[in-house]
């Protein structure tokens, strides 16, 4: 049931009402995920929170010290925590009589509210049985500002919390993924895109097109290392282990710029055209697969020489290569189309309509169940192709803006990364079954990553956003 409450606070019992007058300069909240709830719990309860622990809560027995909490403040610098919910706020609202100076001081003028603010660190175990009072969608929406209220009983309690924290719970105890550290990408402003890695030398390359650079991280000491710079708008990474030579396709002036990866020398630029996208590796043509231009997949060699393309109908996004066969398969949002091809008759052989959803940019593939893993945007579904015949067999509801997603063979699962601020981990239950198991707070606009399975590890690149600063988030697979 939806209740609108007025402007101001002249209902007494409602004490849980916000200042309007504070309000107004407060940018409205608008976190990705329109389903978050920002939960008001009861007056009494929420004052014994502040009261009781002066805003610092105590670890739960059994727990160690380093048990993690629900930080205050969404400004970037917590543990991985969405910024709608890294602050549970208490609002209180006192009433108290004023008196005039000129009248009576016996007699009470008038009644006035006031309005307390207090933001609390929050353990998980001590709101699991909190009372709950009123949840408001935390949209932003115009809905907000006019204060329509979600009215909740402590009968739906486990339900209203379950919807705010299942985030929380699965970031500090869940079985299939954990934070387990944040590496800072200093002075990186801007989108950030697609990512490669350097298995034995323990390094990540970072494609950080906002900031025309190409960012190297160590992972075992968890620091940035250096930065590529006057790169125009890089996009595609790839680290080649068996020359030791980092390519990157930059978008701006369509270009492969190719480095010695020890001393980071530029060694050879290739000018390919328009939009230099997405970089795969040919293990069978030992060649590097560029996506660039109008339509286009071009092939280099070790050294940059172009040996061969081939002609698509519009620009590539994701593509992806069959390990025993010869097919690559290709994501042509603009055409609203997956699109095979030969790469060693550089030939299109099937167009496969994409209709049940569009903006089809991340792709995975399952070999062994033979099933392309289409992330598309609008609406945030994850499709799933045959990649024999072209049909579509299953469509599942995801994180919303992705822009990358893997498939974990080892244990059957889908790790989709969305700007919307969340990863989301569907489990394999068939060749054409997935359910959601999971879903982790990452941050707004956090889209891209790698999932290394060497390494067990999955990392999500989140972008410099006002007080949100750039760094790498790593997770644990499980």
């Keep these: 049931m939806l209740k609108c409450f007025p402007r101001c606070g002249r209902d007494t019992g409602n004490a849980l009402l916000r200042n309007p007058i504070t309000e107004k300069r407060k940018p409205p909240l608008n976190p990705p995920d329109e389903r978050l709830v920002r939960v008001l719990l009861d007056a009494k309860f929420a004052e014994r929170l502040v009261d009781d622990h002066n805003g610092t809560p105590q670890c739960p027995p059994g727990r160690g010290q380093n048990h993690p909490v629900i930080h205050e403040a969404g400004v970037g610098k917590t543990s991985g925590l969405h910024p709608a919910i890294q602050r549970l706020q208490i609002d209180r609202c006192h009433h108290r009589r004023e008196r005039t100076a000129q009248a009576d001081p016996h007699r009470h003028r008038r009644v006035k509210t006031v309005f307390i603010h207090r933001s609390v660190k929050v353990l998980p175990h001590q709101i699991e049985h909190a009372p709950v009072v009123d949840a408001i969608p935390a949209t932003g929406s115009r809905c907000d500002e006019r204060r329509l209220w979600l009215r909740a009983s402590p009968r739906r309690l486990s339900l209203a919390l379950f919807l705010l924290f299942a985030g929380v719970a699965h970031t500090q105890e869940s079985p299939f993924l954990s934070l387990a550290a944040r590496i800072e990408l200093p002075n990186v402003n801007g989108r950030i895109d697609h990512f490669s890695v350097d298995l034995q030398g323990h390094r990540l390359f970072v494609s950080a097109l906002g900031n025309h650079t190409v960012e190297v991280v160590d992972v075992l000491s968890g620091k940035h290392l250096r930065a590529l710079s006057g790169l125009a708008e890089p996009q595609g990474v790839y680290y080649d282990p ?237």
Aim: aromatic share 8%; hydrophobic share 40%; with cysteine.
């Design 242 to 478: 068996s020359t030791k030579r980092l390519f990157i396709a930059c978008a701006q002036d369509g270009a492969v710029k190719i480095y010695d990866a020890d001393g980071f020398q530029l060694l050879e630029t290739v000018k390919l055209g328009g939009d230099a996208d997405n970089i795969r590796y040919d293990a069978h043509g030992t060649r590097v697969i560029v996506g660039y231009g109008d339509g286009a997949l071009g092939f280099l060699d070790s050294k940059g020489k172009k040996t061969g393309e081939i002609v698509l109908d519009a620009h590539p996004e994701s593509f992806q290569l069959e390990k025993a066969g010869a097919r690559v398969f290709v994501n042509v949002p603009d055409k609203q189309e997956i699109q095979v091809a030969d790469i060693f008759d550089n030939k299109l052989l099937a167009r496969w309509p994409v209709t049940s959803a569009l903006k089809n940019y991340p792709m995975a593939l399952d070999d062994a169940d033979h099933r392309l893993l289409v992330g598309c945007r609008t609406p945030a579904r994850m499709l799933s192709i045959d990649t024999q015949t072209g049909k579509q067999g299953a469509s599942i509801e995801i994180v919303g803006d992705t822009d990358d997603l893997f498939y974990d063979s080892a244990r059957k699962r889908v790790y989709v990364i969305g700007g919307q601020g969340f990863v989301d981990v569907l489990e394999q239950k068939g060749a054409d079954r997935y359910d959601r198991i999971a879903r982790y707070p990452t941050a707004p606009g956090a889209r891209t990553g790698l999932f290394v399975p060497d390494w067990s590890k999955l990392f999500v690149a989140v972008p410099h956003r006002a007080e949100q600063r750039a760094e790498i988030l790593v997770f644990e697979t499980k």
